[in-house]
């Protein structure tokens, strides 16, 4: 038996009923299933290039600066944290010299990595930090702790020996205090540091999931 060809542009039901007539159920089966198959090749294509669009990290940071700048503000939180608590207490001069240089060595080192980012919510708690320190500014000077053009610090030896160490306690020791504000403040530079890794995931064109910020890769970027 011929197949009969079915011309969907017909109008008409008289028409129309004339060749469903003429097909028997495997001839309305396939062209049933050639109908669908022409649709969803359609819907495909569209939704592929939607993707396509799409297919982009949604974070303006690579993983590698992300994982930096976390990296460095774990550790100024982690040094500030040590000063707020008076760990080694505050009538060890040598202690307090040791833990001094540490602050404003990740201090620097925060701020730098910081800066390399291009999140908004990075660079305004980086302001929110380096806005504290220079609100600071003079007790900070009375220690032998300076401010560069830049924002970093730089500690004079000699000056923070000879300071008085209860004004060095008063600006790093207990809740309120300059030392609590940086240990806070980089505690919300980690996290949004974090926030934007999470960010990098992205729909690849073939419509998979991938998860860039993983520790695999943050240790391949410093092979």
């Known amino acids: 038996m011929a ?20 097909m028997d159920y495997k001839d309305m089966q396939r062209a049933y299933k050639k109908a669908l198959k022409a649709y969803y090749s359609k819907v495909d294509s569209s939704e592929a290039k939607s993707v396509s669009k799409s297919d982009m990290s949604v974070s303006k940071d690579s993983t590698k600066t992300l994982a930096a700048i976390k990296e460095s503000a774990d550790d100024m939180k982690t040094t500030a944290a040590e000063l707020v608590k008076n760990k080694y ?3 060890d001069s040598d202690k307090v010299l040791s833990k001094a240089k540490d602050f404003v060595k990740d201090y620097n080192r925060m701020i730098d990595e910081a800066g390399n980012s291009s999140s908004s919510n990075i660079t305004n ?58 240990q806070a403040k980089s505690s919300m530079i980690s996290y949004y540091a974090s926030s934007e890794a999470s960010k990098s995931n992205t729909y690849t064109s073939s419509g998979g999931y991938s998860y860039n910020y993983s520790t695999g890769d943050i240790l391949s970027s410093y092979i």
């Open 3 to 22: 197949k009969a060809k079915v011309d969907f542009t017909l109008k008409g039901d008289k028409e129309l009923r004339a060749i469903l007539k003429k």
């Open 125 to 182: 708690a980086l302001k929110s930090v380096m806005s504290a320190t220079d609100g600071n500014s003079k007790m900070l000077s009375k220690i032998g702790i300076s401010i560069g053009k830049e924002g970093d610090l730089t500690l004079d030896e000699e000056k923070f020996k000879s300071a008085d160490m209860s004004t060095i306690e008063s600006l790093f020791s207990g809740n309120g205090s300059y030392g609590y504000s940086v």
């Open 89 to 91: 207490g505050y009538n």
